[in-house]
């Protein structure tokens, strides 16, 4: 039985689809699964996504670490926002965290709801990890691309690009949106970075974080070797549930 | 002042956007917006967009033709379908026509729903009119792909990144879907007509019309010197416009 591939441009689009027993891959590269990456790498245990700042907050009294971000900005009074910078700190060793941002969290919770059977956070730092996992699970996939604000963006497709280009040949791909995201990543593969910082997104990055590159960050290929899986209500790294579960 | 384009890959998405006031071409390539300007040349009066098969029905009473597509086939019952072909027979000269489709009617009458200004249809047989008609009109441009039941689509986005290469330069582009349109033309310019028989719409037609090749007319280029353009509920041809009020 061969299996599909689909790519989904925004999450305002997921209504329209069957994502029904799907695996789907969340993709937010700038930042939240990206950060989520670099979180598990640096060994946090279980990432709560969350819908609201104001919600959020209240995790504060459950021993969570709380994070969130609006319109690309720290939100005053976090303990974290979502630049990958952050979460490379030792100290969030063993900690939950409530983590709630612009697009990626409300796309892994809409996913959630719309009934896929396994969601999982996608970005070039954990690609290869990614793929060797997507193969061995064999499964319909959606490539889920958060956007910004409901609006297609271009570093989310070019990763949805990149998956197919890696693993496309061993699934159906009767989909206008994954035939268009494999042609833009073919078309720029040798010029990744330079592609994305004339996006958008980058843009209001730059204009903002002037002393970080976090788009620079995000686009390093295979710095963690983590996969962040959805359990329940939370994100947990797939290889922490291994080790869990070969442990017990 | 400079003016801005947009892409919208998907009706769906029109929330997202603030279309008020702005002049939005739809693009329904395969095949209503291409059915629209093969209908004008012909020399249709009018062309009212209907939203139900069962309403536009209703018009055979008021001495309208009525023509309805679903799932790229023609409604049974209905004098006309979706093919350019059928378009062409002189008879329909000064006829008045209630169309409703799967995709494209449905895009022009949310636009209209939305708040814009303009509503002007947009195929590669009339790109060259459609052009030089916005960069005369100096505006704000929405380029809204009717897609496939709310699903993006290759030839929709390909057409708008012909538009984009055609007078991009005098516009400020801020959208990534709008770069992404762009480069997905630039890349395949060369073989319009191939790419646009991988998307999954050409496949849905060439099962179904084994006998015509609406694929191959649709991606014509020019044959068609008129700009179909709403006014008030219906849809004109903006050179009858013209016409009718320098003889008025």
């Given amino acids: 039985m061969q299996f599909t591939i689909e790519v989904i441009h925004s999450p305002a689009l997921l209504p329209f689809y069957n994502i029904n027993g799907k695996t789907v891959v969340v993709i937010d590269i700038l930042r939240a699964t990206s950060t989520l990456c670099v979180a598990f790498k640096t060994g946090v245990k279980k990432i709560l996504?969350?819908?609201t700042p104001e919600e959020c907050r209240m995790?504060?009294?459950?021993?969570?670490?709380?994070?969130?971000?609006?319109?690309?900005?720290?939100?005053?009074?976090?303990?974290?926002?979502?630049s990958p910078f952050e979460y490379e700190n030792p100290l969030l060793e063993g900690k939950n965290i409530a983590f709630t941002t612009t697009n990626g969290t409300r796309a892994i919770k809409q996913a959630k709801a719309m009934g896929a059977e396994f969601i999982v956070a996608g970005s070039f730092l954990n690609i290869n990890f990614l793929c060797?996992?997507?193969?061995?699970?064999?499964?319909?996939?959606?490539?889920?691309?958060?956007?910004?604000?409901?609006?297609y963006n271009l570093e989310d497709t070019l990763f949805a690009g990149a998956v197919i280009s890696q693993i496309g040949s061993n699934y159906i791909l009767n989909d206008d949106a994954a035939l268009a995201a494999q042609f833009l990543y073919n078309q720029h593969k040798n010029n990744l970075?330079?592609?994305?910082?004339?996006?958008?997104?980058?843009?209001?990055?730059?204009?903002?974080?002037?002393?970080?590159?976090?788009?620079?960050?995000?686009?390093?290929?295979?710095?963690?070797?983590?996969?962040?899986?959805?359990?329940?209500?939370y994100m947990v790294s797939f290889k922490s549930q291994l080790t869990a579960s070969s442990s017990s």
């Avoid at 670490?65 to 979502?82: Q, S, W, Y």
């Avoid at 004339?198 to 996969?227: E, P």
């Fill in 132 to 151: 060797n996992w997507l193969v061995k699970q064999q499964h319909n996939i959606i490539l889920l691309c958060a956007g910004w604000k409901d609006k």
């Fill in 193 to 233: 970075e330079g592609v994305v910082r004339q996006s958008s997104h980058a843009r209001r990055f730059t204009a903002l974080h002037a002393n970080t590159d976090d788009v620079g960050y995000c686009m390093q290929h295979n710095i963690c070797d983590v996969l962040p899986i959805m359990e329940g209500e």
């Fill in 59 to 82: 995790f504060k009294d459950f021993d969570f670490i709380i994070a969130a971000e609006r319109n690309a900005e720290k939100v005053k009074g976090f303990d974290l926002g979502n």
């Fill in 49 to 51: 996504p969350i819908s």
